[in-house]
């Protein structure tokens, strides 16, 4: 390894963290106060504006069940790339990020699910249907909790993170394949209504709400990403301590 | 790399070795199958491809987690990481070993269990075709669950949940191909030909993602 | 050909586990490292042979095959494990290393049963690897080091579960290694019984 490298590891591994945390805690009150506002008006205008005529009321749970699934795809987005860091940058916060992002988007693909099949009880008449988009989701949730599964089994950490990032990117390569082969498989759900190139589909009423909606839950993955990385920082450096505890014990008992 | 493979291939047919009970674990899966259904021959014969499909993604799971364990255990795999030989030709070489040691028993018993769920010619050949075709696929992508978790305890669970939601898409067009087969309207090849190329794309990637976890994964 | 390790430091998880070892083997060099349980013996030879990556420093091989960039390529490895199956026979096992490996350039590996003498255990290799008592399996996973051949030998603990006997054999065996112009480090707590060697006193990197 080249003294370039090992000078940027020293670098990382003293500043990095250290300024990570001072910068987390300027900016997570201003984060946490921008979701709430969001939050607040995006509930406040799903609340107020019309029912569909067709779906009536329970319309209103699009306003969480969109960007909860935007959200679970984002999520992993950010996961993929901090594998990337992990593996070629060799970033000491980029497997932070990976692990502290995979329970928070496991809980975003849980509330789309939820969500999902509240929607399609009055919809489909049934609390699930194996749709194609459903089902796909489904799957990403089942890959979430894996990865949960494998970063809880390592003890660890640098090990943990480099071999889960592996696990992460293959997944994110095959994201798009499973999406294929699912609605290969079956589809029965509405096409893409939001992110079309001939402009939104969907009536501008609903599009107000849904749209901050979405930017009041990505705030709302900003804000608990940062304090859970701010999490994980602090439970690793209580483990160093207590495993130098553990040296320190070893040599007094050596000295006396 | 030859050596490696006979290698692989003797110690899964010797004592201990997953062949045996790879073929047993999807005879029995796909054997219990009409005790839940009923004996309903025509429901068998419409569900039969499906459940043979699923039987053999179970079964091919069945020894992966030994795949690079067994080998850390008794110290080879510092060895086959140590060599000149480009790491990602040891997995393949291995992964191939495996397949032809569990996935191609599962192939060659499929026609038996076919009957068994009065599957007619036409179902079993086709059957069998996309069993020879996707199995190899499950083999590649599990090798890199075997990679991930070769350094844990209780690895083989955890492979199993790692590996089978990457493994729908081969599921799905394995299964998708023997119904277009029978079915008349449907077209086999498209299905069959996106078989093949997950297959080959797993080849790649399988092998690729493995070497790097289990570069990382050495201690 | 010589090898050379300039400032090595290697950590485990957070903790440092040794700090700037550096050493020069020429041919027929031998590097024994000695130190205390947990001191990192193993890890030196893990890195050195590039099982784990090291933290800093520079591990090159001059003089050597062009070819070759990093010298865990031209190393045997003998670790705590023998990399043996048990479910194979002695023979099997040997000849599939030895097919798998191949030879460095500059040598070549002796025949099974040349190896299998040389290690006092001839008439056995038929036998499953499983039904050797632990000492004979290590003598056996020694005859390894003989059937491909590699210019350096990084040994662990070569000589942890062996009697008298056969300590002397495997003395031999470095020996010969050495005066073929090889180089061996080897990582132990007893001496190997060898004349010249260079030592390196592990004491543990302490915080």
């Known amino acids: 390894m080249s003294e370039n490298s090992l000078a940027i590891r020293k670098f990382s591994d003293l500043a990095n963290p250290t300024r990570f945390l001072a910068l987390a805690d300027r900016v997570l009150p201003w984060f946490a106060v921008a979701t709430a506002l969001f939050f607040a008006a995006g509930l406040w205008l799903s609340f107020t504006t019309e029912g569909d005529y067709q779906q009536g009321e329970t319309v209103r749970i699009m306003y969480v069940h969109v960007p909860a699934a935007w959200l679970s795809m984002m999520c992993y987005t950010v996961m993929a790339i901090s594998a990337l860091g992990t593996l070629v940058w060799r970033h000491p916060l980029a497997d932070v990020s990976a692990k502290a992002a995979a329970p928070i988007g496991a809980c975003f693909t849980f509330l789309a699910l939820v969500t999902g099949s509240l929607w399609g009880k009055p919809m489909w008449g049934a609390w699930w249907v194996w749709d194609a988009r459903l089902t796909s989701v489904f799957v990403l949730f089942l890959m979430y909790l894996g990865l949960i599964a494998l970063n809880r089994a390592m003890d660890d950490p640098a090990r943990s993170a480099r071999v889960s990032a592996v696990l992460v990117l293959v997944g994110f390569v095959n994201i798009p394949i499973i999406k294929f082969s699912v609605e290969w498989w079956n589809t029965l759900h509405q096409p893409a209504s939001v992110l079309r190139l001939d402009g939104p589909t969907i009536d501008p009423e609903f599009l107000w709400p849904l749209l901050i909606m979405a930017v009041g839950f990505t705030l709302l993955f900003f804000t608990l990403h940062i304090a859970a990385m701010r999490n994980e920082i602090w439970r690793r450096r209580v483990t160093s301590l207590r495993r130098q505890a553990v040296r320190n014990a070893g040599r007094e008992a050596q000295a006396l | 790399m030859i050596a490696l493979f006979f290698r692989d291939l003797k110690l899964s047919v010797r004592a201990g070795g997953g062949t045996m009970i790879g073929v047993l674990f999807f005879m029995t899966v796909v054997a219990v199958v009409p005790f839940g259904v009923g004996p309903d021959l025509n429901l068998l014969s419409r569900i039969g491809p499906a459940m043979l499909w699923i039987g053999a993604l179970l079964a091919s799971l069945l020894g992966l987690d030994r795949l690079f364990q067994a080998e850390r255990e008794d110290g080879s795999l510092d060895l086959l990481l140590m060599q000149e030989t480009p790491l990602l030709m040891t997995v393949f070489v291995k992964c191939a070993a495996h397949w032809a040691a569990t996935g191609l028993p599962l192939v060659i018993a499929s026609p038996l269990l076919g009957l068994f769920m009065n599957m007619n010619e036409l179902a079993i050949g086709a059957t069998m075709l996309t069993l020879l075709a996707g199995t190899p696929a499950i083999t590649f992508i599990g090798a890199v669950g075997a990679a991930v978790a070769v350094a844990l305890p209780r690895g083989g669970l955890l492979v199993s949940i790692l590996v089978l939601p990457l493994a729908i898409p081969v599921l799905i067009f394995g299964v998708s191909a023997v119904y277009a087969a029978i079915e008349d309207p449907a077209p086999f090849l498209p299905p069959f030909m996106i078989l093949m190329a997950i297959t080959l794309f797993f080849a790649v990637i399988g092998p690729v993602a493995a070497a790097a976890a289990l570069r990382h994964s050495a201690d | ?207």
Do not use: C
Not at chain 3, 42 to 56: I, N
Not at chain 3, 61 to 70: K, L, S, T
């Open chain 3, 1 to 207: 050909m010589r090898l050379l390790a300039e400032g090595l430091s290697a950590r485990r998880g957070e903790d440092l586990i040794f700090n700037d070892i550096s050493f020069a083997l020429g041919a027929g060099d031998a590097l024994v490292v000695t130190g205390p349980n947990g001191s990192g013996k193993s890890t030196l030879l893990r890195v050195l042979a590039g099982l784990l990556q090291a933290e800093s420093g520079r591990l090159r091989i001059e003089g050597g095959p062009a070819e070759f960039a990093h010298p865990h390529e031209l190393s045997h490895y003998l670790g705590h494990r023998n990399a043996m199956k048990r479910e194979l026979t002695v023979r099997e096992n040997l000849s599939f290393w030895q097919r798998f490996m191949g030879d460095s350039p500059g040598g070549s590996g002796v025949d099974i049963d040349a190896a299998a003498e040389a290690v006092g255990l001839a008439g056995i290799t038929h036998l499953p690897f499983g039904y050797l008592s632990a000492g004979q399996q290590r003598r056996m996973a020694m005859a390894k080091l003989l059937v491909a051949y590699r210019p350096i030998w990084l040994l662990d603990e070569p000589t942890a579960a062996l009697d008298a006997g056969a300590d002397r054999l495997f003395a031999a065996l470095v020996t010969a290694h050495l005066e073929r112009g090889g180089i061996i480090i080897a990582a132990t707590h007893q001496p190997l019984g060898l004349g010249s060697t260079q030592s390196l006193q592990m004491k543990g990197f302490t915080h």
